[in-house]
């Protein structure tokens, strides 16, 4: 499913939410590979989505708490980001591994 262009945080993660959930429910994969693209970034010259720093990471706590709940291991790919200021795409990827160690630490 295409979103469309300026997409912000909460229709975005209502539609992943909805994705995970049906797709999990469906499929009982072995491994759930996560391109964690930082380009869905509101500031991104790039991509065409609306999310803050805030929406990235609870996406990225969605994902993991999902995986989680399922016993699906995660690979995760860090990818894209140009983002007007390189240190918000930093922060993007800091972000999704942080989100990874904190299940990590609740384990």
């Known amino acids: 499913m295409?979103?469309?262009?300026?997409?912000?945080?909460?229709?975005?993660?209502?539609?992943?939410?909805?994705?995970?959930?049906?797709?999990l429910r469906q499929f009982?994969?072995?491994?759930?590979?996560?391109?964690?693209?930082?380009?869905?970034?509101?500031?991104?010259?790039?991509?065409?989505?609306?999310?803050?720093?805030?929406?990235?990471?609870?996406?990225?706590?969605t994902v993991f708490t999902m995986a989680r709940e399922h016993n699906v291991p995660v690979a995760v790919a860090l990818a894209g980001g140009y983002a007007r200021n390189v240190e918000d795409t930093i922060a993007i990827h800091v972000g999704t591994v942080r989100e990874a160690a904190s299940l990590l630490q609740e384990a």
């Open 2 to 23: 295409h979103l469309p262009d300026g997409t912000g945080d909460q229709p975005y993660l209502a539609w992943l939410d909805n994705a995970l959930s049906s797709g």
């Open 28 to 61: 009982a994969p072995d491994l759930i590979c996560y391109l964690a693209g930082a380009d869905p970034y509101r500031e991104d010259q790039l991509g065409g989505l609306a999310l803050t720093l805030e929406g990235l990471r609870e996406r990225d706590r």
